[in-house]
């Protein structure tokens, strides 16, 4: 992997370093791992603000300059993500309002979710076991892959691959569920690890039960688009259009143009 270029604002010096699953949860009954499993490592622990992604409570964003790869930064409380350039931001609506949030690129799909974790473990290596029992009841035959933080899930889909990142913090995970064509996949993966590795979580110190979501608030742009998704939606039900096509960018799928904060 090539890590990214990461230089402090203030003229700091630069420092060069290196779709959907289950819940994270710990499984009751854990499944025996193949030799390739159980020799992927878990991550190293890293120095403290050294390399993302970061902990939002302790290390200041403000004091980072992603603009070589980011022309804004995607705020959603919980998350700051600095978005890569040339992408855009998608709500994926369900029944009753917005269901996940996805980073779309030019290789792919993204969608970021962080949890809760407890204080006295980290949860990521137990949570894969129970994403690949989802992914096997759905057909798939997942692997695991050595990456930079320790084991990635992969699973090859009819012409994609589905990959997912897990990244344990200080009393946080954060999970990248990664979604492109087959020929992009690589590409997506490396993206995907770039945008980690600039992501910075919030966790706060409200009493949040492990392996729930971190909560997340829209920023203005994005809810007011939501808000009148949701209109649209209402006004159809009235009007006895059930059945009318779903806006474009698939069912349930809002598009929308990032709210930025500046770098």
């Known amino acids: 992997?090539?890590?990214?270029?990461?230089?402090?604002?203030?003229?700091?010096?630069?420092?060069?370093?290196?779709?959907?699953?289950?819940?994270?949860?710990?499984?009751?009954?854990?499944?025996?791992?193949?030799?390739?499993?159980?020799?992927?490592?878990?991550a190293a622990p890293r120095?403290?603000?050294?390399?993302?992604?970061?902990?939002?409570?302790t290390v200041d964003i403000e004091e980072f300059d992603f603009s070589d790869f980011s022309d804004a930064v995607l705020d959603l409380s919980s998350l700051k993500i600095p978005l890569?350039?040339?992408?855009?931001?998608q709500v994926e609506m369900g029944p009753q309002?917005?269901?996940?949030?996805?980073?779309v690129t030019r290789y792919g799909?993204?969608?970021?979710?962080?949890?809760?974790?407890?204080?006295?473990?980290?949860?990521?290596?137990?949570?894969?076991?129970?994403?690949?029992?989802?992914?096997?009841?759905?057909g798939l035959q997942p692997r695991i892959e050595q990456g930079p933080w320790g084991r990635e899930v992969v699973a090859d889909n009819e012409g994609g691959q589905v990959r997912i990142i897990g990244i344990d913090g200080p009393r946080w995970l954060l999970r990248f569920t990664t979604a492109a064509p087959a020929e992009h996949a690589e590409n997506l993966a490396e993206l995907s690890r770039e945008i980690a590795a600039r992501t910075f979580v919030y966790r706060g110190e409200n009493a949040i039960l492990a392996g729930s979501s971190l909560p997340v608030?829209?920023?203005?742009?994005?809810?007011?688009?939501?808000?009148?998704?949701?209109?649209?939606?209402?006004?159809?039900?009235q009007n006895g259009q059930n059945g009318a096509q779903p806006p474009a960018g698939g069912e349930g799928a809002t598009p929308a143009g990032p709210q930025p904060t500046e770098n």
């Open 217 to 237: 608030v829209l920023p203005n742009l994005l809810a007011d688009q939501v808000r009148q998704e949701m209109q649209r939606r209402a006004q159809a039900e």
């Open 47 to 57: 120095p403290e603000g050294a390399v993302g992604p970061f902990d939002g409570d």
């Open 97 to 103: 309002g917005p269901r996940m949030i996805h980073i």
């Open 84 to 89: 890569p350039k040339e992408s855009q931001v």
């Open 1 to 42: 992997m090539g890590w990214f270029s990461r230089s402090k604002k203030k003229d700091e010096p630069q420092d060069d370093q290196a779709q959907e699953a289950a819940t994270p949860q710990p499984s009751e009954a854990p499944e025996a791992e193949t030799p390739e499993e159980a020799g992927a490592q878990d």
């Open 109 to 138: 799909r993204i969608t970021p979710v962080a949890f809760a974790e407890p204080r006295s473990e980290s949860m990521w290596r137990e949570s894969t076991v129970e994403i690949r029992e989802g992914m096997r009841e759905q």
